[in-house]
C-alpha cells in the first residue's frame, strides 16, 4: 500500500483520464481498505489499547501507525475517483491514431523496440509498459499513426521515435 506522499499529484488543470479496469481497481482497494483492511487493525488496536500501558504496547503502536497510512490511502483513493473521467480504449474514434488507452509500439534511435501502453495516472506499471498519458513520451506520441517518427524531449536530449504498431485493447 502506498501513502499519500508517494502518490504524485496530478499537475493544475490536468483531467484525471482513466481506464474502465483502472478505476475498477481503485474503487476495490478502497471498498477492500474501509470494509475489510480497517477494521480488522480498528479490531487490533481496540484489544491492544485494553492491554493496558499503551506507551510500550507495540501492537497499540503499530496498531494506530497503520490506521493513519489507511486513512490517508482512503482520503487520497476517494479524491481521485471523484475527479476520475473514465474513457474506454475501445471506444476511441480512429485506431489507426494514438490516443489514451492505446498500445504503442515504437523504436528509438538506439534501435530499441518498445512496447507501452497509455494509461491515467493511477495506472502507471513501468514494469508492465503502462506509462501516464501526461508523461513525455505518451504527449510525444498522442495523435500519431504507424509510420510517425515523432521527437520527444527527455532529460538527456531529444529522442526521435518511430511509430511500428497502434491497437486498442480493454
Known sequence: ??????????????????????????????????????????????????????????????????????DRRIRFLTKRIEIAEPVDPLAQRSGDRIYFGATVGYVNERGEEITVTIVGADEIDTERGRISWISPVARALLKAQVGDCVTVRTPSGADVLEVLTVSYSA
Open 1 to 70: 500500500m502506498q501513502d499519500d506522499d508517494d502518490d504524485t499529484p496530478l499537475p493544475a488543470g490536468v483531467r484525471n483520464l482513466i481506464t474502465p479496469a483502472g478505476l475498477a481497481r481503485l474503487q476495490d482497494e478502497l471498498r477492500h481498505l474501509t470494509r475489510v483492511e480497517r477494521p480488522r487493525v480498528v479490531e487490533i488496536v481496540s484489544w491492544a489499547a485494553g492491554n493496558g500501558d499503551r506507551s510500550e504496547n507495540g501492537d497499540y503502536l503499530y496498531g494506530k501507525k497503520r490506521l493513519r497510512e489507511i
